[in-house]
Every structure is written in structure tokens, then in C-alpha cells.
């Protein structure tokens, strides 16, 4: 049974930091592309980072360049989303998802909540 399993979300003040953690099971996690989203409140889901298999190139939006810090461990089978500098803007509900570059896996986590303020 695939399972993604996003933890670590919860209550920060503007500036903080959380480290999210997706923890994956049920397939080949290190055959697969990991990207976080999230969902904001009154905004269309937003892709924030991608790692890739087996350079671990990553890549992110501007919006989050700079603060953000996507990672795997594939020893682990779980990636992580390091977050800083934390804006109230950031809150909403955070996801993680796996890729195959094939096209034959596409798997999404349940999401954790970050919250942002003061």
C-alpha cells in the first residue's frame, strides 16, 4: 500500500523556522521525483520545491527561493522541506508528492497544517 506521510507542521511566529518531513512507503521512493505544494486560503494549490532521483538537483519558485530547502534521504525513504524566515502569508495546508518520471506513479501525502502568526 503506497503511503505518504507529511509531519512537522504546527504553530510558528513570523520568522521562524519548521522542518516538514513526508515519510513514504509502499514504493521504490528512490525511483521517484519528491515536491512539496501547498494550499492556501483562498489560493489555487502551489508547487514550492522539487528534488530530483539521482543528482538530487532541486529547483523552486521565487516566491520561496532563499527560504526553503528541500531534501531526501533515501536511506529513510522520506524527504523534508526546511522552512525559514516564515511569513503569515506561508500558512495553509502543506503537501508532499512523488513522481515518477515514467509517468507511472503519481502519489500525494494527506498534508500537515502550517500555521504563521503572532
Known amino acids: 500500500q503506497v503511503q505518504l506521510v507529511e509531519s512537522g507542521g504546527g504553530l510558528v511566529q513570523p520568522g521562524g523556522s519548521l522542518r516538514l518531513s513526508c515519510a513514504a512507503s509502499g514504493f521504490s521512493f528512490s525511483n521517484f521525483v519528491m515536491s512539496w505544494y501547498r494550499r492556501t486560503p483562498g489560493k489555487e494549490r502551489e508547487w514550492l520545491a522539487r528534488i530530483s532521483i539521482l543528482t538530487e538537483d532541486t529547483d523552486y519558485p521565487d516566491s520561496v527561493k532563499g527560504r526553503f530547502t528541500i531534501s531526501r534521504d533515501n536511506a529513510k525513504n522520506t524527504a523534508y522541506l526546511q522552512m525559514n524566515n516564515l511569513k503569515p502569508e506561508d500558512t495553509g495546508v502543506y503537501y508532499c508528492?512523488?513522481?515518477?518520471?515514467?509517468?507511472?506513479?503519481?502519489?500525494w501525502g494527506q498534508g500537515t497544517q502550517v500555521t504563521v502568526s503572532s
Open positions: 508528492r512523488a513522481t515518477q518520471p515514467t509517468g507511472k506513479g503519481d502519489f
